[in-house]
């Protein structure tokens, strides 16, 4: 069945860093753009890096930009979050899924939290 398993989070000290992965099963996996996405508490959950199909170009929200890399391994059907320079403000549950999930992506994961603590 079509399932996205997010993993690596942690709690880390502001300046600190972590790796995020996502492994998907289910679906041709290097057929989609994938993107990261974030929910902190009390936040609807929103955009924070977006890759596409072959890796080849790469979009950040500008509050992750120079901190954030996103990559991913088709052949192991995985997209990873490289977060360093971590903040405060970082702090929430992180999601992977296509640019459309209604559409055309997978059901949301259970996600992986983040906590950066100051």
């Known amino acids: 069945q079509a399932q996205l398993v997010e993993s690596g989070g942690g709690l880390v000290q502001a300046g600190g860093s972590l790796r995020l992965s996502c492994v998907a099963s289910g679906r041709t996996f290097s057929s989609y753009a994938m993107n990261w996405y974030r929910q902190a508490p009390g936040k609807e959950r929103e955009f924070v890096a977006a890759?596409?199909?072959?890796?080849?170009?790469?979009y950040y929200t500008s509050s992750v930009k120079g901190r954030f890399t996103i990559s991913r391994d088709n052949a192991k059907n995985t997209v990873y979050l490289q977060m360093n320079s971590l903040k405060p403000e970082d702090t929430a549950v992180y999601y992977c899924?296509?640019?459309?999930?209604?559409?055309?992506?997978?059901?949301w994961g259970q996600g992986t939290q983040v906590t950066v603590s100051s």
């Open positions: 899924n296509t640019p459309d999930p209604r559409r055309l992506g997978w059901p």
């Open positions: 890759i596409s199909w072959d890796g080849g170009s790469k």
